[in-house]
């Protein structure tokens, strides 16, 4: 219960992986929701730094002849918690005294904090940024370009991002992808889910020729550009095999052939369901190579979320499956933001995935299957690529299980079936696809997972992010040009520009910038350099009951292009 | 749109001859103009540019006779820098030359309205110069003693006396100030119409609307120019294109050299203040401040030269009249924030315009004036670091002179194009350094400032091992030299901190050095002097440099002669040291700096004779200077010869082995007057050479020094250098070195003549050392040079360059004595007895301090051995 209750917080402080519980044994299915409470009560501890102190200089001058406290924060909290017990064992006088004396000498304890350029190496380690290509000095497209970023809590992070143009038809892609139960089925999307949808957008005779390309040997025409960041790596091993499984999708489709033009919500539809598909049929088929065998296998047990964008001119399609976000940020007239949300999240908070889920079962099972807001109590986003133990029959997941890699059978989880497991398949991964036509107010797009949504309302995502951009790139220069302005005037005028720009110097990047607010906000949605500095220093094994994974990308729309074309069609 | 901004000129009231016809298309952007007058054929001279320096030029050179002149112009007169020029005219300089240029702009523009009849907007509004620390307000002093002696009138002031002024200042923050009751405002623009339309009526020809597409040049001289309307022959070209003047000179066949760049520049523009500014409020600046404020139609104009100026047009064509560029509020922030705090009662007042205006700016914020090294006939005048008006006039005089007389009537050296060569020419270089050439105009002046950017371009062989040994640098003529080592465990004040106009922080360290040369032995890398070869087949080099320098070069082989190369009226044009290394060739040695103005000097005077080969070997040698009575121990121990005077007299050159290497050019001379040698090794044995050097004379106590203290090392010994105490006005006989000109010896030579009348009449300027006496080395301001000297409290010259003797435990000045007739200022002829009878006083930024005047060296102070160029002076001193 406990662990439930905190995860509707913001700050997700739930231990262990928060989508997908793991049962210790399969027998004592219910325990896992009050797993580890320790942790749990050491957070207002960490959240109140001055009881943090005070008891830190307890112990400092109790135990400095005994250890050699660690300076590292979070370490010393920990500590502070048993030894504060040992603390109270001492005469109530002699601890007096000793704290006095400690006082006369050890001023400030010694607190160990991040300096804001090792804070910045962090938070810019993943950072990417993408500027469409000019021509003759005029960017034509819709699209300007985009920051991404992510900040890793897992270890590794299982959060995913993608970007990437279509080369044969036109638009882009961008797409974040929330992985559970490991990282290999968002790793697997991450690297398949553009091409399949960029073979269903395509007309058939590009397929046609592609085909024969690939039947007599001849080079490829190229599908997408990607656009990675050094650490946005793809598996080598597996390309062979998700080739073929590609090659087979478009066979299919030249052989369907409709003739029709294709429609990008279907595309997108069919790509989602086709890939995640093959994800299923590759884990039952199995492979011969053991090292692929194993991957497939893995990336078929695990999970992942996606949300992906697809900008053509002016029409953007949003297709999400899961609870990651796409935000438009939308500027009024008066210059103030609005968010407009464009994916609606699939969990327990939506009212109407709760119905569809429930219609989808025998009337029998309404109370199993949403059970403390997860799917058959277990799993958070009610839409998911992979996690085939909430997919195939009872018989199929055994089948495989016991076939497949000791690795596998070694595996508590994989082997483990849900409870009230009766009517599968219980998720799918086929997307809600949202059509936006842009208009000249629409000036960027928030692709997030959920590890930003908890921290922050879309409200203070869309105003951090308009006023940056706006802060940065459309700093207008002054003209006096026939007003009336005294020195006076213009000297407030430039000071307050001077100070607006260096606040927002340090991050040159949108998504880096919005990390910076939703791991560093304080209570006054200002940045604090000092909670900064403590979330970004927590030990990997804490780190994950504070924060989520992040992974933002922000798209930004050429508000000029959009304009001008508007006023031609209007 | 064109509108003119500080002029309500008049192109409809005066109607000088050159725009005879049409006076409406001056007020229209129209393509075609149509031109009222054709362009002549040929002209004796072309000038190019109609801004102030070039109408400037064309004036004096019409009032020097000259009349066959056409001035092109690209847009229309004034309309370039010109146009938006501020328009102060401050005399407020640190170079003595600049000082005069800027007294003579003053007085030529206060007059030029009733010569002209044109109005000028002259107006005498004196300027203060404030001082916010107490080092600006040495800085301050120091000019101020300067210019007392020009008989500029000014005054060191108290804050409080600022405030009368001024109604406007805020004075809280000031330690001091400095009124000059002479300084003058006017309109640049109007100024520049007025001295073309004076030029005009001598007969000079204007053109507008014509621009120079290159100039035309054979065999090395100018032969005309070639315009957008024809071409026009002509004997002078005179490159006065501002901003413009660097692509200009790089479009002739033979490129012409020209290193400035553009920066931005803004200035501030008011509407008037409520009770209106009167038009004679003195002209602020505010240097620690960054700002220079004056009056302007009611309101105040000002503008500044901010830290991180922005270079502008570097990679190729501005416009061809400047047209309002960008205004960059945002950049002005800290001028305005300045200009609020020094006039907070201006909050109120409203904005008229920023405006921007590209200024020029040259590597060492010093204009360029003077010939080019490459072109006979092609002169420049431009690079004036944004004090254009200030300087128009007097740099216009003194070019006119120069093409007229052959050479001005003042050393302009510190100006002359020849002190920059090709390697000051690169984009990259031009654009780093004015970025510190521009706020330079405004910081503290210190003694012994070096420039950051723009650095380690010529380096010797030896840089990183000398670098890693400490080694500070400083740079001249893009060679880095080292300064003085800072010995391990030492750590210096931040660069920040060490500038100080009082004892420096290496003061100790350059002691131990002097000390070591004294004493031990020190190794100096001096691979940045110029070096040249002159050889022939026959006799036709010795027969060239006796003709060109004034000692006898017909020494036996292996012989070295100081000898100066004097001009007509017997003036200095270099100072070297040169080796006959056998029969046909010569080996000289000059100042780092001379590398173009000699090469330029003897390729003029040189016959064009195929088997005259002169040949630049700067580059194939470094050159170590071992000084210290150590250094024959040293030198015998790796060349197992005999390195005694008696095996190897002073002033002699061998070729011998050193350590491994072979080749290598030994010279017994210093050049500080202590026992030492030189060595001229070709670079590929430096190393090897420099590494046996130091292991052989680690026992010896060797170490490495600097030029800090080679430059005490020759004050205290009375050395002269070229550039700093010598230059193309001082003759052999003003400072004492007769011996080394060969007057008896019945041959001609460059400057005889003048040498004979002045042996016959006296010199009326003599060079003294000066031994402060009452001056505190660790408390009282330290001398630097142009101090003014007095003599029984009467001015008599002023100091050329200046050092701390660690010998003496003084400091010495050098510097010049002249004698001023007491009623008419005339020259008089100073004899040794005048020198000798008077009491002196050196002017530390207006701090008297008492000092002995000597004609000669303490020569038996120093030495333990005599040699050969001391017998020669104790002979000379004996007569």
Sequence with gaps: MLAASCCERRMCVCPGPRRIAIPVRSSRLPVFSDAMPAPTQLFPLIRNCEIGRIYSTVCHCHHKHLCCLSPHLAHSHLRCASQKKLATLCSPKENFNQFIHARSYVSTPQRFYLTPPQVNSILKANEYSFKVPEFDGKNVSSVLGFDSNQLPANAPIEDRRSAATCLQTRGMLLGVFDGHAGCACAQAVSERLFYYIAVSLLPHETLLEIENAVESGRALLPILQWHKHPNDYFSKEASKLYFNSLRTYWQELIDLNTGETTDVKEALINAFKRLDNDISLEAQVGDPNSFLNYLVLRVAFSGATACVAHVDGFDLHVANTGDSRAMLGVQEEDGSWSAVALSSDHNAQNESEIERVKLEHPKSEEKSVVKQDRLLGLLMPFRAFGDVKFKWSIELQKRVVESGPDQLNDNEYTKFIPPNYHTPPYLTAEPEVVHHRLRPQDKFLVLATDGLWETMHRQDVVRIVGEYLTGVHHQQPIAVGGYKVTLGQMHGLLTERRARISSVFEDQNAATHLIRHAVGNNEFGTVDHERLSKMLSLPEELARMYRDDITIIVVQFNSHVVGACQNEEF | ?879
Excluded at chain 2, 221 to 246: H, K, L, M, S
Excluded at chain 2, 257 to 269: G, K, Q, T, V
Excluded at chain 2, 285 to 312: H, M, T, V
Excluded at chain 2, 381 to 404: C, H, P, Q, R
Aim: hydrophobic share 35%; proline share 5%.
């Design chain 2, 1 to 879: 749109m064109f509108f003119r901004l500080l002029s309500d000129v008049q192109w409809r009231t005066v109607r000088p001859r050159w725009r005879s016809k049409s006076s409406s298309q001056h007020t229209t952007t129209s393509v075609a103009d149509p031109q009222p007058i054709s362009l002549p054929a040929q002209a004796q001279v072309v000038i190019c540019g109609g801004g102030i320096i070039g109408t400037s030029v064309a004036y004096h050179l019409s009032k020097l006779g000259w009349k066959d002149i056409v001035l092109l112009e690209q847009g229309r007169l004034a309309a370039g820098s010109t146009r938006f020029c501020a328009g102060i005219v401050s005399t407020v300089r640190h170079l003595s030359i600049e000082l005069k240029m800027a007294d003579y702009s003053n007085k030529l523009y206060q007059q030029l309205e009733q010569e002209t009849g044109i109005k000028t907007g002259y107006v005498k509004t004196g300027s203060i110069s404030l001082a916010q620390t107490q080092d600006r307000l040495i800085s301050l002093k120091r000019i101020a003693s300067r210019l007392s002696v020009m008989g500029i009138p000014c005054q060191i002031m108290a804050p409080k006396q600022v405030a009368h002024l001024h109604p406007l200042i805020n004075i809280h923050d000031l330690v001091g100030a400095m009124y000059v009751p002479d300084d003058a405002v006017v309109s640049s623009a109007d100024v520049s119409l007025a001295l073309a339309s004076a030029a005009s009526r001598k007969g000079v020809q204007i053109h507008e609307r014509t621009s120079i597409s290159h100039v035309m040049v054979q065999k090395g001289c100018v032969t005309g120019v070639e315009t957008d309307r024809g071409p026009i022959e002509c004997q002078y070209f005179v490159n006065c294109a501002g901003q413009w003047a660097y692509e200009l000179g790089l479009s002739n066949e033979e490129p012409v050299s020209i290193p400035l760049h553009a920066c931005e520049h803004f200035y501030l523009l008011t509407r008037p203040l409520k009770k209106p500014l009167e038009s004679n409020t003195p002209t602020i600046a505010d240097p620690d401040g960054r700002i220079y404020i004056r009056s302007w139609q009611g309101g105040i104009l000002s503008g500044g030269f901010e830290k991180n100026p922005k270079p502008i047009f570097t990679e190729g064509r501005n416009q061809l009249e400047i047209q309002n560029l960008h205004e960059d509020w945002d950049h002005f922030e800290p001028l305005l924030s300045s200009l609020l705090r020094r006039m907070p009662g201006l909050e109120a007042l409203e904005i008229m315009q920023l405006v921007n205006c590209p200024e020029s700016f040259t590597p060492d914020m010093r204009c360029i004036m003077g010939e080019s090294p490459t072109v006979q006939g092609y002169f420049v005048l431009a690079g004036m670091n944004s004090a254009g008006v200030s300087f128009g006039g007097g740099a216009g005089k003194y070019l006119a002179e120069w093409l007229v007389n052959g050479r001005p009537a003042e050393n302009v050296w510190p100006l002359d194009l020849k002190r920059f060569g090709a390697l000051q020419s690169s984009r990259t270089f031009l654009r780093h350094r004015v970025m510190e050439v521009m706020p330079l105009i405004y910081d503290l002046k210190v003694p012994r400032w070096d420039f950051q950017t723009g650095r380690q371009l010529r380096t010797s062989p030896l840089y990183d091992r000398l670098d890693a040994q400490g080694a500070r640098w400083m740079e001249k003529h893009g060679f880095e030299r080292p300064k003085y080592f800072v010995p391990p465990g030492k750590d210096l004040l931040a660069l920040d901190q060490s500038k100080t106009f009082y004892k420096p922080d290496w003061f100790d360290i350059v002691g131990s050095e002097v000390k070591c040369c004294k004493e031990a032995v020190c190794v100096i890398d001096m691979s940045s002097f110029t070096k040249f070869e002159i050889s022939s087949t026959g006799d036709q080099a010795l027969e060239v440099l006796q003709y060109l320098f004034s000692n006898d070069l017909d020494v036996p082989v292996g012989h070295i002669v100081h000898t100066g190369m004097l001009n007509e009226t017997g003036g200095y044009e270099n100072d070297c040291s040169i080796a006959r290394l056998n029969k046909r060739s010569f080996f000289m040695i000059s100042p780092t700096d001379q590398q173009v103005h000699c090469w330029a000097w003897l390729k003029k005077h040189m016959p064009n004779d195929s088997n005259l080969l002169l040949e630049d070997v700067t580059w194939k040698y470094t050159a170590l200077n071992l000084i210290g009575p150590r250094a024959v121990d040293v030198l015998s121990e790796l060349s197992y010869a005999p390195m005694t005077p008696e095996h190897f007299p002073s002033l002699f050159c061998k070729e011998m082995s050193v350590g491994y290497a072979n080749g290598i050019r030994v010279m017994s001379m210093t050049h500080t007057g202590e026992p030492g040698f030189m060595l001229y090794i070709p670079i590929e044995y430096a190393l090897h050479v420099y590494n046996e050097l130091m292991s052989v004379g680690q026992k010896y106590g060797i170490r490495n020094t600097g030029y800090y203290a080679l430059r005490s090392l020759r004050i205290e010994k009375f050395f002269a250098f070229w550039g700093q105490d010598l230059d193309t006005f001082t003759t052999p006989l003003e400072c004492g070195r007769e011996f080394r000109v060969k007057l008896d010896k019945g041959m001609d030579f460059i400057g005889r003549d003048a040498l004979m009348q002045q042996k016959q009449d006296g010199v009326c300027k003599r060079f003294t050392m000066f031994i402060l006496e009452d001056h505190d080395t660790d408390l009282d301001l330290w001398p630097w040079w142009g101090e003014p000297i007095y003599r029984n409290g009467r001015y008599v010259g002023k100091t050329t360059s200046s050092a701390y003797s660690y010998t003496l435990e003084r400091h010495v000045c050098l510097g010049f004595v002249q004698n001023f007739d007491e009623e008419t200022g005339e020259a008089l002829v100073v004899t040794p007895d005048f020198i000798n009878r008077g009491e002196y006083e050196i002017d530390i930024a207006g701090q008297r301090f008492q000092a002995k005047a000597k004609l000669y060296p303490f020569s038996s102070l120093f030495t333990q051995r005599r040699r050969k160029d001391e017998m020669e002076l104790s002979g000379y001193h004996g007569k």
